[in-house]
Each structure stands twice: as C-alpha cells, then as structure tokens.
C-alpha cells in the first residue's frame, strides 16, 4: 500500500555495539538502494539491488558495513562495531525500474542513527 | 559524480523571483534524469525528470532543461515561494544497463521574504 518504509526511525547506540537497520520497500519494486547523509550534507551511495543480480556494494564504507535483500524484498543494513563517525541519517529508496513509467526512487523517511 | 560528503552549495532567492539550479552530469550514456527535492528532516521526494531524447520539460512552476553536448541539467522554478526552501537533488541513470542511480551533490536553495 503506503510508501517505503524504515525501522527505527531513530536508533542510538554505544559505540562498538551493532545495529540493523530495515527497510521495506514498495511491492514490486525490483530496485533497492541504501544512502547515507551526514547533517547538512549530501546523499552518499552505499548499495544498490537489482532484481536477482549481485549487488552493487561500491559505496560500503568499510568491511563493518553489509547488507541483504531477502526474497528480493525487506533489505537490512548492519553495521558492525559501529564508531562515531557512522553516526547519520541512513536512506532508503526502491523503483520499479520501469521503461514505461521511468526509474523514479521512492525514499523512505530514514533512520537517524547516532552512536555515543 | 557522486556525492560523497561535502557540505552543498546555498542559492538565495528573493520570494516571487525565478530561480535556477543547476547541475552537471558524469555520465554521457546517462539517459534518464531526475530532479528530487529534500525538506529538512525528510527523505528527498521527486520533482521533474526528462529522459535523454528530450532538451525540455515543464512541470506545474518547474522546468527542466537538459544540454547533453556539455552534460549539463538546470531546474528553474517559477515564482519561488517559502515552501520551495529545500535541497535540491539532480540524478542520472542509464536505463538500457541496470546502472544504479548516481546523485549529485545537492544546492540548498534559501528563500528570501
């Protein structure tokens, strides 16, 4: 029905603790990206899922950061021993990578992540 | 290019004026682009996009132009109003490859009263 959504939409956290982060995006969306933005920033591109391809992990900070599509649906991004510079607001967005109707992303509202 | 953590550009716009954002691309295979539009505290929402058989499209006080000779994307907006206060997000893709999508770095446009 609705649009994508993320859970939490707020997560603090100690540092060196892990967190997941999820995203459900819109049904039938074959696509699925994740981004991070620092406050005042632009967006910055972690991972891109695509159908049942190998995903693109191109923007993945570091081996602490993973992510998984299940059943090319729900995505969850983990991060491991997270440290203070992880701390962001982490997107999501889905599209149906549709010729006909175009490849316009659908954004969840995020999760502020902070980490003490 | 990617935006990878800078802080962004501001523009300031009286209110009632024309405003113009512009936006160079990477890629010249990109075939598809698309203007967001991000208010504080949300997630980036879609504005306009054109595809790469095109140089114009309008959209209700918005225009896109897209000059593929030089790479480059504006967004004009018509009659600026207080709720057009936002950052503004250019993106490309190459629809024919399953490319992800590659944002650009962003312009806060301020409103001026």
Not at chain 1, 61 to 84: H, K, M, N, W, Y
Not at chain 2, 4 to 25: F, K, M, R, W
Not at chain 2, 57 to 68: D, E
């Amino acid at each position: 029905g609705a649009g994508v959504s993320q859970s939490p939409s707020n997560k603090v956290t100690e540092k060196g603790k892990d967190v997941e982060l999820r995203c459900d995006p819109i049904s039938g969306h074959t696509a699925l990206y994740w981004y991070r933005q620092s406050l005042g920033q632009g967006l910055e591109f972690l991972i891109y899922f695509q159908g049942n391809s190998a995903p693109d992990k191109s923007g993945l900070p570091s081996d602490r950061f993973s992510a998984e599509r299940t059943g090319g649906s729900v995505s969850t991004l983990t991060i491991q021993r997270t440290q203070q510079e992880d701390s962001a607001v982490y997107l999501c967005a889905s599209s149906p990578r549709s010729r006909a109707t175009g490849n316009e992303q659908f954004f969840g509202p995020g999760t502020r992540l902070t980490v003490l | 290019g990617e935006s990878v953590g800078l802080h962004l550009p501001t523009l300031s716009v009286q209110e009632g004026d024309n405003s113009i954002i512009n936006c160079a691309y990477s890629n010249s295979a990109s075939d598809y682009f698309i203007w967001y539009k991000q208010e504080s505290g949300k997630g980036p929402q879609f504005i306009i996009d054109i595809r790469s058989n095109m140089d114009k499209r309008q959209g209700q006080r918005v225009t896109v132009l897209l000059n593929k000779t030089v790479k480059h994307l504006s967004l004009q907006i018509a009659a600026t109003q207080p709720g057009d206060s936002a950052v503004y997000f250019c993106a490309e893709n190459f629809m024919n490859r399953d490319d992800k999508i590659i944002f650009g770095k962003g312009t806060r446009l301020h409103i001026l009263p």
